[in-house]
């Protein structure tokens, strides 16, 4: 069974940095392009960056230059290092393969 669990998420001021985690069971991630996606109240879900399965990254313009999308294939696990946190990236941030999606973690930017 495919399953995605992410971790990580949490309080941050302005600023600050958190590194979140997608765990994968029931598949090896580094066989798959694995992304990383946010979403608001009342907006939908938004891109925010892939790794293939070569190691190859991509993201959304807003973002580049400080979010690091990274995976560890022993550890089965896929990162998302955000830095210069800023109000508007509060949201769920959500871990994706396919078709398949974690349950999601909250990050807040608060002052």
């Known amino acids: 069974q495919v399953q995605l669990v992410e971790s990580g998420g949490g309080l941050v001021q302005p600023g600050g940095s958190l590194r979140l985690s997608c765990t994968a069971s029931?598949?090896?991630?580094?066989?798959?392009?694995m992304a990383w996606y946010r979403q608001t109240p009342g907006k939908q879900r938004e891109f925010v960056a892939v790794i293939t399965s070569d190691g190859n990254t991509n993201y959304a313009d807003s973002l580049k230059g400080r979010f690091t999308i990274s995976r560890d294939n022993a550890k089965n696990t896929v990162y998302l290092q955000m830095n210069s946190l800023k109000s508007e990236d509060t949201a769920v941030y959500y871990c994706?393969?396919?078709?398949?999606w974690g349950q999601g973690t909250q990050v807040t930017v608060y002052s």
């Open positions: 994706k393969r396919g078709a398949t």
């Open positions: 029931g598949f090896i991630p580094g066989f798959f392009a």
